[in-house]
Structures are given as structure tokens and as C-alpha cells.
């Protein structure tokens, strides 16, 4: 068993900031270092690591802790594995277990040997495809796979031989050992490798270690790929190709695509976060990796009939799991390979930019089956469209598909709105909503909270007051607050003051007027207090996109484009103020 004594000194021998360092570029000074969040996407800084008590926090997404869940989070690994990676780090062995059963040590000992067993397949396969045997590398050159590209992703290729077989038995491995690898299989009374004149495509799990293998053929045998069956240390629906890279490269949010080529393409020419489904369908657990890297997830599976049923497949799976999703659209090209061998990457950016929401893709797969000439068939596509709107969890994405459905259909929006929403829908949805001001005072852990803008400024002025009389206090709120988050220029002039100490006195000299109104707080009310001005903001900037949305026409491309811009801006906004 691993005791307690055991953690802590994995945790006294190893760094927290040498550990984060190598996946977040860090900034400060003993006490305390910042960055941007490696867990959710910001423009400012909001991640602190104290090298002192050794801790991490994100005051945007809210997670936080020690190295071992700093590793768990961003490796997408157990508490134990975790364990391992930084013990691994710090040069400190693995315990050896006394008190597991003689089976349990049995599939452990197996488990090694097999993926020892994927490792020398995968450098056999490496040298075989830069030998060039039976013209491979001559084959992946003519799919314009860089060298880089192709050491990159460990490619490599399957001869005809029996060499890898022989050369593992030669190390000691027995025939019961190949065939569990799911290498070799078992005819009649001899041992055959599975994979043979294939291009050979290592699959990784998280960890980087290769646990399976895809392989295609290079001439117009059948079947074209042929994939590992499940082992002992793989199972297809748990595991996404190229994850292993993409999870180190998340500049955007994840691409999932259908095929190895697609992955590879994509990443040769800098999307490089696009992952595969080891399969046409998306499952539960895939989906559930993707969710520990980002909330958005850019669909681009073929485009042919499986495609389209894979699709739709997968947004059902993403929204199961709160992942929101988006449809790229390369046609006439069959998919993202194909498209980028024969298109710049700049039109590649386009297609991303002109991406669909996933309720527009529903409907428009829905619409093809009916011709909206016929008054019978508008009717029905309306009903159904209205059936999948209801559904659906997106305020601003219904609103803006019931828009863009009275235009193609010529049909009322509230003829439209009245279906989807019965008697709860009101006109008034589709209006710009003006600001409401009140008078209203409301009271919060004895803190007076105004409302109206006048007196707002003095809940701003006594939150600054505090701040300048405890200026030790600003490097911690500032990774929280940005001047930004003030409603008031003055406020925001004076809280960009006191990034320079030095400047704290002048502040002092402006709260000594009595131009400025304020309350004294206490320090048990700032943390409070800063959660309030921080929830304003968001919902500021919330209500701002949503007037700006009210004005877009769904029928015009670019208003199109924004308006799925404001729909993700208010997801994401509306998630973190749901956090705070």
C-alpha cells in the first residue's frame, strides 16, 4: 500500500512551480507567480502559484490545490497515476505493493509486459517506414506528411515478415504474452501478426505511452484500416487519438475529427488541437476527456451520409455532457485532409469562422427532408425544427435559429416563437432591452449594495478606499479584479494607480476630498465586496451583447458570424459568473 508517508515525501521533493512551469508560462516573484489558466480560456491572468504554501489557484475557474491535482487535472489522470508521474520527477521509486493478491500482481506484471511489447513494436514499425520497405515512406510522402510530422505522430509501417515476432521472442516474451497484446493472433498451431503491409498509426493514451495501433493499407486491399481489438491496456471508447499532443497545444479549443490522416493533417499544417474518435461515434467517455480541456468542441467529421449520422451522434453525446458544439463545413471536399491538400489554411480559418452552431446543423439536416415550397412541408418542418428548439439549453441560440427560421420559411416569428415556447413566449424576447435603473438598495453581509449609478460609485470608492489603505492586499485581487471590471473611469483611473505603490499616497490625497463619497468596510467584507463589482461587470457585459444581438440581421453572413460570436461570449461569461 501507498501510506501518507510516502505522498509527503513525493511532495517534499518536488517543486509545484517547476512542476506548472513546464505547462504555464509563470510570472512574478517568491511569494507569489501568475499566468494565464491552463484549465479554462482568458485573456488576463487569473492563475496564482505560491511557491511557499505550494498551492495553485484560478480565481476564474475556481480550481485549485496541490501539485498531485494540479497533475490530475491537466493529465486527465487518477490520484495514483498522478502519484506516479511526480515520483517519476523527483527520482523517488515505486513502493513495491505487499499487500495485493497474487492475481492483482499477475495482471500488473502483464499489463508492463504489454505495453514493453507496444514500444518495441511501434520503434520496429518506425525503422521499417524510414527503410522505405515495400515503398512506404515513398507512400507517405506523396500524402505530404513532413518529416517533422511523421516522427511527430510515430508513424511507421507493418511489412510482411515475421522479424518483429521472432525479435520478441528472442527477448523472452511467450506466445500467451504476443497474442494479449493484440499484435499477433492465433492460427491454428501458429502465431500471425495482426497488421502486415500497413502504414502503422501509434495510438497513445494520456500519458504518452503507446497502448494500440491503427493500420492502413497501401494498395486497394480491404479492409482499408484495420484497428487493435481491446486489451488489457485498451479500450477504444476511453481513448482519443492524439490527445496525448493536442492536450499540450490548446491555443483554441478541441477539433474532433474522424480519421488518423485528418489529425495529422491538421496538426502539420497548426490546427493542432484536432483529436480523433477511434470509430465513427463519439461515446460518454471520450467526451468526458474532452470536457477536462475546454467547453467547445469543433466538429468536422466526413462528409458523407456516416458522417452526418456521426454528427449528430456527437452532439447529443457533447450536450449529455454541458460541451457546447460547432460543425465545420468543407464540402465539397470529404473532410479536413482532403481539404487542407487541396485550400490554404487561411480559407481553413474561414470555414472555422463560418462554423455552424450545433442547433442550426440539427435543423438544417431536419430541413433537407422537406421542401419549404410546399405549404404542407413548412408546416411539418416547422413542428419538428420546434420539437429540437425546446430541447435545446441556449437562450440566444433558440432565439437566434427561430429568427433565421421566419426568414427562410417567410413564417411570423411569433407564429415560430409560439410553437416552440407556447403560451410563455412573449415578443418582448426579440426586443432590445433597454438598461432598468432602480433606487433599490439591497443588503448583502451587511454590505449596502446601490443600484442606481450615482450611488454605485460609492459601493466602487469604498471597495478602493479599503484597497488603498491596505495596499499589501492589491497583487492578490488584481489576479480577480481588472480595471475594466469598473463601471466608473475615475474608478478605473485609481485602481490602475495602485499597480504603482509608489503612487498609493496621491490615491490617499483623492479620498481626502470631498469630491469622493464613501463607506469604511471592514476586511471580512472586501472579499464580498469584490464578488459583487465582479458579478456587475458580467452581467454588464452580457446585457451589452445581448442589445448588440437584438440588432443583428440572421439573414446577412457577417451578422450571422457575430451572432454566433455573442452566443459564445454569453456562455462563457454567463459560466463564470455562475462560478463566482
Same mark, same amino acid.
Given at each position: 500500500?501507498?501510506?501518507?508517508?510516502?505522498?509527503?515525501?513525493?511532495?517534499?521533493?518536488?517543486?509545484?512551480?517547476?512542476?506548472?512551469?513546464?505547462?504555464?508560462?509563470?510570472? #512574478?516573484?517568491?511569494?507569489?507567480?501568475?499566468?494565464?489558466?491552463?484549465?479554462?480560456?482568458?485573456?488576463?491572468?487569473?492563475? &496564482?502559484?505560491?511557491?511557499?504554501?505550494?498551492?495553485?489557484?484560478?480565481?476564474?475557474?475556481?480550481?485549485? #490545490?496541490?501539485?498531485? +491535482?494540479?497533475?490530475?487535472? /491537466?493529465?486527465?489522470?487518477?490520484?495514483?497515476?498522478?502519484?506516479?508521474?511526480?515520483?517519476? @520527477?523527483?527520482?523517488?521509486?515505486?513502493?513495491?505493493?505487499?499487500?495485493?493478491?497474487?492475481?492483482?500482481?499477475?495482471?500488473?506484471?502483464?499489463?508492463?509486459?504489454?505495453?514493453?511489447?507496444?514500444?518495441?513494436?511501434?520503434?520496429?514499425?518506425?525503422?521499417?517506414?524510414?527503410?522505405?520497405?515495400?515503398?512506404?515512406?515513398?507512400?507517405?510522402?506523396?500524402?505530404?506528411?513532413?518529416?517533422?510530422?511523421?516522427?511527430?505522430?510515430?508513424?511507421?509501417?507493418?511489412?510482411?515478415?515475421? $522479424?518483429?515476432?521472432?525479435?520478441?521472442?528472442?527477448?523472452?516474451?511467450?506466445?500467451?504474452?504476443?497474442?494479449?497484446?493484440?499484435?499477433?493472433?492465433?492460427?491454428?498451431? !501458429?502465431?500471425?501478426?495482426?497488421?502486415?503491409?500497413?502504414?502503422?498509426?501509434?495510438?497513445?493514451?494520456?500519458? #504518452?505511452?503507446?497502448?494500440?495501433?491503427?493500420?492502413?493499407?497501401?494498395?486497394?486491399?480491404?479492409? *482499408?484500416?484495420?484497428?487493435?481489438?481491446?486489451?488489457?491496456?485498451?479500450? @477504444?471508447?476511453?481513448?482519443?487519438?492524439?490527445?496525448?499532443?493536442?492536450?499540450?497545444?490548446?491555443?483554441?479549443?478541441?477539433?474532433?475529427?474522424?480519421?488518423?490522416?485528418?489529425?495529422?493533417?491538421?496538426?502539420?499544417?497548426?490546427?493542432?488541437?484536432?483529436?480523433?474518435?477511434?470509430?465513427?461515434?463519439?461515446?460518454?467517455?471520450? $467526451?468526458?476527456?474532452?470536457?477536462? =480541456?475546454?467547453?467547445?468542441? =469543433?466538429? +468536422?467529421?466526413?462528409?458523407?451520409?456516416? #458522417?452526418?449520422?456521426?454528427?449528430?451522434?456527437?452532439?447529443?453525446?457533447?450536450?449529455?455532457?454541458?460541451?457546447?458544439?460547432?460543425?465545420?463545413?468543407?464540402?465539397?471536399?470529404?473532410?479536413?485532409?482532403?481539404?487542407?491538400?487541396?485550400?490554404?489554411?487561411?480559407?481553413?480559418?474561414? %470555414?472555422?469562422?463560418?462554423?455552424?452552431?450545433?442547433? !442550426?446543423?440539427?435543423?438544417?439536416?431536419?430541413?433537407?427532408?422537406?421542401?419549404?415550397?410546399?405549404?404542407?412541408?413548412?408546416?411539418?418542418?416547422?413542428?419538428? +425544427?420546434?420539437?429540437?428548439?425546446?430541447?435545446?439549453?441556449?437562450?440566444?441560440?433558440?432565439?437566434?435559429?427561430?429568427?433565421?427560421?421566419?426568414? %427562410?420559411?417567410?413564417?411570423?416569428?411569433?407564429?415560430?416563437?409560439?410553437?416552440?415556447?407556447?403560451?410563455?413566449?412573449?415578443?418582448?424576447?426579440?426586443?432590445?432591452?433597454?438598461?432598468?435603473?432602480?433606487?433599490?438598495?439591497?443588503?448583502?453581509?451587511?454590505? *449596502?449594495?446601490?443600484?442606481?449609478?450615482? +450611488?454605485?460609485?460609492?459601493?466602487?470608492?469604498?471597495?478602493?478606499?479599503?484597497?488603498?489603505?491596505?495596499?499589501?492586499? =492589491?497583487?492578490?485581487? @488584481?489576479?480577480?479584479?481588472? /480595471?475594466?471590471?469598473?463601471?466608473?473611469?475615475?474608478?478605473?483611473?485609481?485602481?490602475?494607480?495602485?499597480?504603482?505603490?509608489?503612487?498609493?499616497?496621491?490615491?490617499?490625497?483623492?479620498?481626502?476630498?470631498?469630491?469622493?463619497?464613501?463607506?469604511?468596510?471592514?476586511?471580512? !467584507?472586501?472579499?464580498?465586496?469584490?464578488?459583487?463589482?465582479?458579478?456587475?461587470?458580467?452581467?454588464?457585459?452580457?446585457?451589452?451583447?445581448?442589445?448588440?444581438?437584438? /440588432?443583428?440581421?440572421?439573414?446577412?453572413? *457577417?451578422?450571422?458570424?457575430?451572432?454566433?460570436?455573442?452566443?459564445?461570449?454569453? &456562455?462563457?461569461?454567463?459560466?463564470?459568473?455562475?462560478?463566482?
Amino acid at each position: 500500500m501507498i501510506d501518507d508517508n510516502f505522498i509527503e515525501d513525493v511532495k517534499a521533493r518536488i517543486n509545484i512551480l517547476d512542476i506548472i512551469s513546464s505547462y504555464v508560462e509563470l510570472k #512574478g516573484n517568491a511569494e507569489s507567480y501568475k499566468g494565464l489558466c491552463p484549465f479554462h480560456n482568458e485573456k488576463s491572468p487569473s492563475f &496564482m502559484v505560491n511557491e511557499k504554501k505550494q498551492i495553485f489557484k484560478c480565481f476564474g475557474c475556481g480550481e485549485g #490545490g496541490d501539485a498531485i +491535482a494540479f497533475i490530475m487535472k /491537466k493529465e486527465n489522470l487518477d490520484f495514483m497515476d498522478a502519484l506516479k508521474v511526480l515520483a517519476e @520527477k523527483a527520482n523517488i521509486p515505486w513502493p513495491e505493493d505487499k499487500t495485493i493478491t497474487l492475481q492483482q500482481r499477475q495482471t500488473a506484471e502483464l499489463r508492463e509486459k504489454l505495453l514493453q511489447i507496444h514500444l518495441i513494436a511501434a520503434r520496429y514499425y518506425f525503422q521499417m517506414l524510414w527503410n522505405n520497405v515495400d515503398k512506404s515512406l515513398d507512400y507517405i510522402k506523396r500524402r505530404n506528411l513532413s518529416d517533422k510530422t511523421i516522427k511527430k505522430f510515430g508513424l511507421g509501417y507493418a511489412p510482411r515478415s515475421t $522479424a518483429l515476432r521472432e525479435h520478441l521472442l528472442s527477448k523472452g516474451y511467450i506466445e500467451k504474452e504476443l497474442i494479449e497484446s493484440g499484435l499477433f493472433v492465433s492460427r491454428g498451431t !501458429q502465431i500471425k501478426d495482426r497488421f502486415f503491409g500497413r502504414i502503422m498509426f501509434p495510438i497513445f493514451d494520456i500519458r #504518452g505511452r503507446v497502448i494500440a495501433f491503427g493500420g492502413r493499407v497501401i494498395d486497394s486491399s480491404l479492409p *482499408k484500416y484495420l484497428n487493435s481489438s481491446d486489451t488489457l491496456i485498451f479500450h @477504444k471508447k476511453n481513448h482519443l487519438y492524439g490527445l496525448n499532443i493536442a492536450k499540450n497545444n490548446l491555443t483554441r479549443d478541441i477539433f474532433l475529427v474522424e480519421g488518423y490522416m485528418d489529425v495529422i493533417a491538421m496538426h502539420q499544417y497548426g490546427f493542432s488541437s484536432a483529436v480523433a474518435s477511434l470509430g465513427t461515434s463519439l461515446t460518454e467517455q471520450q $467526451a468526458q476527456s474532452i470536457k477536462k =480541456y475546454c467547453n467547445n468542441v =469543433y466538429l +468536422a467529421y466526413d462528409n458523407d451520409e456516416a #458522417g452526418i449520422k456521426a454528427t449528430l451522434r456527437g452532439i447529443d453525446i457533447l450536450k449529455i455532457n454541458e460541451l457546447s458544439a460547432f460543425v465545420l463545413d468543407f464540402s465539397p471536399w470529404n473532410d479536413p485532409d482532403e481539404y487542407l491538400s487541396n485550400n490554404s489554411t487561411e480559407e481553413f480559418e474561414k %470555414i472555422i469562422s463560418n462554423s455552424k452552431s450545433s442547433l !442550426q446543423f440539427q435543423i438544417e439536416q431536419i430541413q433537407k427532408k422537406y421542401s419549404l415550397d410546399m405549404e404542407k412541408d413548412k408546416i411539418t418542418f416547422i413542428k419538428e +425544427a420546434s420539437f429540437v428548439l425546446k430541447k435545446h439549453s441556449s437562450p440566444v441560440e433558440i432565439e437566434t435559429e427561430i429568427i433565421r427560421l421566419s426568414d %427562410i420559411t417567410g413564417l411570423s416569428i411569433k407564429s415560430i416563437g409560439s410553437e416552440v415556447y407556447g403560451k410563455y413566449f412573449s415578443p418582448k424576447q426579440f426586443e432590445v432591452q433597454g438598461m432598468k435603473k432602480s433606487n433599490k438598495v439591497t443588503e448583502k453581509n451587511d454590505i *449596502k449594495i446601490h443600484k442606481d449609478e450615482e +450611488a454605485w460609485l460609492i459601493t466602487e470608492f469604498s471597495f478602493l478606499n479599503y484597497l488603498v489603505n491596505h495596499i499589501s492586499e =492589491y497583487d492578490v485581487i @488584481k489576479n480577480m479584479l481588472s /480595471k475594466e471590471d469598473f463601471s466608473n473611469e475615475e474608478s478605473r483611473e485609481i485602481f490602475d494607480m495602485l499597480s504603482d505603490k509608489n503612487l498609493s499616497d496621491v490615491v490617499k490625497e483623492k479620498f481626502r476630498g470631498k469630491n469622493i463619497k464613501y463607506e469604511v468596510i471592514s476586511s471580512e !467584507q472586501i472579499y464580498n465586496l469584490m464578488l459583487i463589482i465582479k458579478k456587475n461587470s458580467l452581467k454588464m457585459k452580457i446585457n451589452h451583447l445581448l442589445e448588440e444581438q437584438m /440588432k443583428l440581421d440572421s439573414s446577412n453572413e *457577417k451578422d450571422q458570424r457575430r451572432l454566433i460570436e455573442i452566443g459564445m461570449s454569453v &456562455m462563457e461569461f454567463t459560466k463564470e459568473l455562475d462560478n463566482l
